[in-house]
């Protein structure tokens, strides 16, 4: 049985076990707390399947919510829809409510953030505004209290458990699920830099628009349940800051980033608001969860949950490398790293390890008089040039003159304003970031951009996965460990980026850009700031992947880098191409000694 099996099995069986407590004549006020309990926890849940996974921090989980509320109370009260029916009606419409919303506001890039968060708070407000003024509730409220109730056991506080239940226990599975699938690995390389998860192939903008409809579906359907519970329904309660101000600190407390986590801040902090629930005890209370919260908030900024496995994690790492000390004084070599690697990959959370699949046929990349500008600043003007496979094309420069504004156009960071690029017969000019990279090109930034929240073997991962190679999960992770092998980094692959030198990073960039087959590898500067030994190891590795038939824009300001490795030059100044052809001689011309190189540096290159 594998792991996601395991635990989806285990979520039902305690579901199952839960679910029989209303038969055992459990006291009402109990099945009203635990309602409470399992409300909580699938709303908390929910908002971190987007807030959470993806970062991007709502304030309109209760937008959502009083969709589903209005939604049930509606097609209930005045049109005499079963109340079950009505459930998934109420998902459906808040799904598309925050679908419509996402469409627009996940293409502006500004919009992240506390903006984001600002946003969706005032969408609420709006919501809650057209409710107050329209047949839906008019102003005095609706009674719910003449709508049938189905008896899923004797009492009416057994029914609201059983739903509550169910529907905590179905969130937690999909927040699990998405947690192991492509959605979740792509939601956690949004969350720590959403412009490289683009570049690495990750579609962004879809997957997003996904997790804010699973997120606020679900929201729906707690507004449904919540409706029949209280029985009357208001615009100033149901659109109040109760809900988004719950679940944030909910999430907060047990971890956003962990699929358990919201459930066990939920359960923690309903459990400590209904302990005391009458006059001063109701205020201490809530004094004691806010300064427990004060005190997690400084103690544990990840999480219960999370900074606990983190001190697994530590106690294994620690425990592992005692146990590697004792092999290598026994005799041990390397290999043993490759067989315990191998294993921690097999037991990854996005999946088990299969063998690397075959990149695809090597093609020329090839830019024509393309142009791109800032403002009023001119960065690139009519730069034309063309790399064939298994060919290094150095590009130089100085400071300004384009190099890095080329490779952003190339890989899509940014739009071209007039040009064309292609690789093979693909035009790339009108693609998104994500499409660019799925075609075959990977790039590394001239300062190292990881995924900070994510291992060195899951950073590789992503672009195994989403990149050219279309590798499945598992796939992806062998894949990956099949990359830090070849860069020298298998030793770290369990590491976060923090704990890894400036020489790991690059490595760990270099990395990542292999692990998705490119046909196209774009190196920015990778070079800069190592010592003379680690160069002489980059320069090894980049003419491996020569070989490999990959084609290379080598952008490089060590001149000893650049005549070594490459088999031709292009030198841009402000903008424009001033000289291409042999290393040697294109270094060589007047124009480059004088805007460049400048006279005292001459020699390197005679």
């Known amino acids: ?77 005045a049109y005499d829809v079963p109340f079950l029916v009505t459930l998934p009606v109420a998902a459906l419409v808040a799904a598309l409510l925050s679908a419509g919303i996402g469409a627009v506001v996940f293409r502006v890039k500004r919009l992240r953030g506390e903006l984001f968060g600002l946003l969706t708070l005032a969408i609420t407000f709006v919501l809650a505004t057209i409710v107050l003024n329209t047949r839906l509730d008019g102003g005095p409220g609706v009674y719910l209290s003449n709508v049938p109730l189905p008896r899923l056991v004797g009492s009416p506080t057994g029914t609201f458990y059983l739903l509550a239940l169910a529907l905590a226990t179905g969130t937690l599975i999909t927040a699990y699920l998405v947690t192991r699938a492509r959605l979740g690995l792509g939601l956690y390389a949004i969350h720590d830099d959403e412009d490289v998860a683009e570049v690495e192939g990750v579609p962004t903008f879809a997957y997003k628009l996904i997790a804010f409809a699973i997120s606020a579906g679900v929201a729906g359907i707690a507004g449904g349940i919540y409706a029949m519970y209280v029985s009357y329904v208001t615009v100033g309660d149901t659109f109040s800051v109760t809900v988004p101000l719950y679940v944030v600190l909910m999430s907060v407390l047990g971890g956003a980033r962990h699929w358990l986590g919201p459930a066990v801040g939920a359960a923690l902090i309903t459990a400590s608001l209904y302990t005391f629930t009458s006059g001063q005890q109701a205020i201490l209370g809530r004094a004691i969860v806010a300064f427990v919260l004060v005190l997690v908030i400084l103690l544990l900024p990840a999480g219960v949950v999370a900074t606990v496995l983190g001190w697994r994690r ?85 400071n300004g003159s384009g190099k890095t504004t080329l490779i952003n156009v190339i890989s899509g960071h940014y739009t071209l304003d007039r040009g064309r690029i292609t690789l093979g017969g693909d035009d790339l000019a009108a693609r998104p970031a994500h499409e660019i990279a799925g075609l075959g090109i990977s790039r590394t930034y001239q300062i190292p951009r990881p995924f900070a929240q994510l291992t060195a073997l899951d950073n590789v991962a992503v672009a195994a996965t989403f990149g050219a190679a279309r590798c499945a999960l598992g796939e992806a992770r062998d894949e990956a460990w099949h990359w830090l092998e070849f860069t020298g980094l298998a030793r770290r692959a369990s590491a976060l980026p923090h704990e890894l030198n400036l020489h790991e990073r690059k490595f760990l960039e270099l990395a990542r850009a292999l692990a998705g087959r490119p046909r196209v590898i774009l190196l920015d500067e990778v070079l800069s700031g190592l010592t003379p030994a680690e160069i002489a190891s980059a320069i090894t590795l980049v ?24 088999d031709r030059v292009v030198v841009l100044n402000e903008g424009e191409v001033i000289a291409e052809g042999a290393p040697r001689e294109a270094m060589r011309a007047p124009r480059v000694i004088d805007v460049y190189l400048g006279k005292t540096q001459a020699h390197v290159v005679a």
Not at 58 to 70: D, K, L, R
Not at 543 to 552: D, F, H, N, P, Q
């Open 1 to 77: 049985m594998t792991e996601r099996v395991r635990v989806v099995v285990t979520l039902i069986a305690v579901a199952l076990a839960l679910a029989c407590l209303p038969l055992v004549g459990l006291p009402a006020f109990y099945e009203s707390f635990l309602y409470l309990v399992f409300h909580w926890i699938a709303l908390a849940t929910s908002w971190s399947i987007l807030s959470g996974y993806a970062g991007y921090f709502s304030f309109g989980h209760g937008a959502f919510f009083g969709a589903g509320v209005y939604t049930t109370t509606t097609l209930a009260a």
């Open 314 to 398: 530590r106690r294994a790492d620690v425990s592992a490398a005692s146990a590697t000390g004792g092999a290598e004084a026994r005799g041990g070599s390397s290999g043993d790293w490759r067989t315990r690697g191998r294993e921690a990959a097999s037991q990854s959370e996005f999946g088990a390890a299969d063998p690397p699949r075959a990149s695809a046929p090597p093609v020329a990349l090839q830019c024509e008089d393309v142009w791109r500008a800032f403002g009023g600043i001119q960065a690139l003007r009519g730069v034309s040039l063309r790399v064939e496979p298994g060919e290094i094309v150095g590009l130089v420069g100085p």
């Open 543 to 566: 003419r491996e992947i020569r070989a490999r038939g990959v084609a290379i824009l080598f952008v490089e300001h060590l001149m000893r880098a650049v005549l070594e490795l490459s």
